[in-house]
């Protein structure tokens, strides 16, 4: 029974990542698919859906991995241990490859001053953090009352604080105006000219998501009778995204501010596809596909981290001025499979790259835990 739950659970995990290496890596010279790229800003994509997921599967993880007679003292240690690990190593992810090449071709030191402070594995160590502790210490209960007051804080604190008829907007929000005076301009997302899609106050809302996975993952743990696990949970999905989808009519779906709405409608979309997963996996019993993903859901902050550093190396090569990644999606993939399709499939084979690492890991039986 255990170990059905935690294939499950490392094909959830391992389908967010998998799908995470395609969004982030769409092959050049050509506009990918609009599924595939995140909403400009209010609105919904698959692309949308992906960073939540793994949010969600942090706390579906950190439900089963509690382990009873750990003394306070080595718990709050080992989470505040790995949490500034994960932090650091995105930190640096955004520093690497530390050094660039200057006009006259040199290479100089990348300025730690103009090194981005948050990001996807920053935000992820925080919410596990902020997470961990509280799913430790409050009862369920607690912990719902938490959320809410959560996702309705966040709400008002917005209105509040924004910028006045600017509330929602890039650079008018309250998230953006406090990331830009406790982080700066130069520390920030540099695409959002102001705002970070991963800022401070944008994390409150997305600790709701791992908040979420650990009760899922406990209400698994109990649960004796596996189609009434899956009613229930296909029941859950579909209220939370309704909820959602009701509250976005004042409250818009944005990935980009972690909206309140947002939170609700992907935590219900997770508890679908867990449902689902469950059904295929635990009760028909099928196992096609599971290990390609099962690989992924084993090290997938180890493959994600190295998926965002490879990529980067490849672009350090140039050919012709153009960094190798990039040549090779203009000059093989859109040469064989012109548009979007050719951009799809240069970041499936990449991500089919990271897999192979990932095999290798797996087949050596080596689980990096961070």
């Not at 509280?134 to 809410?148: G, N």
């Not at 350090?316 to 000059?331: A, C, P, T």
């Amino acid at each position: 029974m255990k170990a059905a739950r935690y294939t499950s659970l490392d094909v959830f995990r391992g389908l967010t990542v998998c799908v995470m290496i395609v969004v982030n890596t769409a092959g050049a010279g050509a506009e990918p698919f609009a599924t595939l790229q995140h909403a400009k800003w209010f609105g919904f994509t698959l692309a949308d859906a992906v960073f939540p997921a793994f949010l969600f599967a942090v706390g579906n993880a950190m439900s089963f991995a509690m382990k009873p007679g750990v003394s306070h003292k080595d718990y709050l240690l080992k989470v505040l241990k790995r949490t500034a690990i994960i932090f650091l190593l995105g930190y640096l992810m955004y520093w690497f490859p530390f050094v660039h090449q200057t006009a006259d071709g040199s290479w100089a030191p990348n300025p730690i001053g103009d090194t981005r402070i948050m990001g996807v594995l920053q935000r992820i160590a925080l919410c596990f953090g902020v997470a961990a502790i509280v799913c430790r210490y409050l009862s369920v209960k607690y912990l719902i009352a938490l959320c809410v007051g959560l996702l309705f804080g966040y709400w008002a604190i917005l209105m509040t604080f924004g910028l006045p008829g600017q509330q929602l907007t890039p650079l008018g929000n309250a998230g953006a105006l406090l990331d830009q005076a406790m982080l700066g301009i130069n520390h920030m997302y540099r695409k959002g000219h102001g705002y970070d899609p991963e800022g401070l106050l944008s994390t409150l809302p997305a600790i709701v998501n791992v908040i979420a996975g650990f009760l899922t993952g406990r209400y698994i743990a109990r649960s004796a009778s596996k189609p009434a696990l899956v009613r229930n949970l296909l029941i859950g999905g579909a209220i939370l995204i309704a909820a959602g989808l009701l509250w976005s009519l004042d409250f818009p779906l944005a990935k980009r501010i972690w909206t309140s709405s947002f939170v609700l409608l992907t935590i219900g979309i997770d508890l679908v596809i867990l449902a689902g997963l469950i059904t295929y996996v635990e009760i028909a019993g099928q196992t096609r596909g599971t290990r390609f993903l099962e690989v992924f859901g084993r090290n997938p902050l180890a493959i994600y981290l190295f998926s965002e550093l490879f990529v980067t190396v490849l672009q350090l090569i140039k050919l012709n001025g153009e960094g190798l990644y990039d040549w090779v999606g203009i000059h093989v993939f859109q040469a064989l499979m012109p548009g979007a399709i050719g951009s799809l499939a240069c970041a499936i084979a990449y991500m089919l790259v990271c897999w192979l690492v990932g095999y290798g890991l797996d087949r050596k039986n080596i689980i990096i835990k961070i």
